[in-house]
């Protein structure tokens, strides 16, 4: 059974950083792009960072391009985002999730991944 576990989220000041952590069990996650989306109440859920399998592409949505950044270890099945000058606006739920195909690049779209998180708060205070 294929799990994403999510930590890392909270209550943070404007201008503050967080770092998003997602462990996966129950697949070769190395295998295989991972995902950060967020959700805020009433809206469709954002892509906000992905990376393929290896590591060596990249995407950001432009509204995080310099602040945020998506990394993984793949020895440890898990993939990071570190979150720095936080907005107000970046407040929502962030989810990460795994792609549904082997060896691929890194889907911006949420019809692109498999399996998903439970997702973490992030609150950034103004």
């Known amino acids: 059974q294929v799990q994403l576990v999510e930590s890392g989220g909270g209550l943070v000041q404007a201008g503050g950083s967080l770092r998003l952590s997602c462990a996966g069990f129950?697949?070769?996650?190395?295998?295989?792009?991972m995902g950060w989306f967020r959700q805020v109440p009433g809206k469709e859920r954002e892509f906000v960072a992905a990376?393929?399998?290896?590591?060596?592409?990249?995407s950001y949505v432009d509204s995080v391009k310099g602040r945020f950044t998506i990394s993984r270890d793949n020895a440890k099945n898990t993939v990071y985002l570190q979150m720095n000058s936080l907005k107000s606006e970046d407040t929502a739920v962030y989810y990460c999730?795994?792609?549904?195909?082997?060896?691929?690049?890194?889907?911006?779209?949420?019809?692109?991944?498999?399996?998903w998180g439970q997702g973490t708060q992030v609150t950034v205070s103004s």
């Open positions: 999730a795994t792609a549904a195909t082997r060896w691929g690049d890194e889907p911006t779209s949420q019809m692109g991944y498999a399996y």
């Open positions: 129950g697949r070769t996650f190395s295998d295989y792009a």
């Open positions: 990376i393929n399998w290896s590591g060596g592409r990249i």
